[in-house]
């Protein structure tokens, strides 16, 4: 999938909320199109996603059907795609999929499988004690799970620069 596409799928989202065919909330993706495709090259489609509710991107990704994603969507399920083949998972809850990924890894080794866990989630939550306690288990045990961290400097559609106070002149 191409960043182009990436971007009207998105770009199609939006208005068909708009339109009033989305009843339940959506939150989408932009700006981080060029590294999550970079990203995804090294993920098999075997390998475990997990994502947030910001998880378009990564679904189309990792092979899931535009049409079965914008059906889910329609759905009302746009905070919990989830699919078997690719293996894919989605949580609204901030960090709950953490303990899913080390869960999924710790399987994945004790069966030998050769496979990987991908957890994708926002900035905000790598804040969270669940998720270093998560990283923490994941390298003493050695598991086959990585952890993506990503920034796109909103809070949903809030800059996050006013969230937490910091002027335009001043960096992290």
Known sequence: MTKQQLIEFEQEVARRYEAGEIHSPVHLSS?????LINIFKDISRNDFVLSTWRSHYHALLHDIPPDE?????IAGKS???NSVDPPFYTSSIAGGILPIAVGLGMGIKRKGEDRKVWCFIGDATSLTGIFHESVRYAWN???PVTFVV???GLSVKTDVRKVYGISENRSW
């Open 31 to 35: 700006g981080n199109e060029d590294v």
């Open 69 to 73: 994603l914008m059906r889910q969507i």
């Open 79 to 81: 905070m919990s795609v």
């Open 141 to 143: 045990f050695n598991l």
């Open 150 to 152: 990503e920034d796109n």
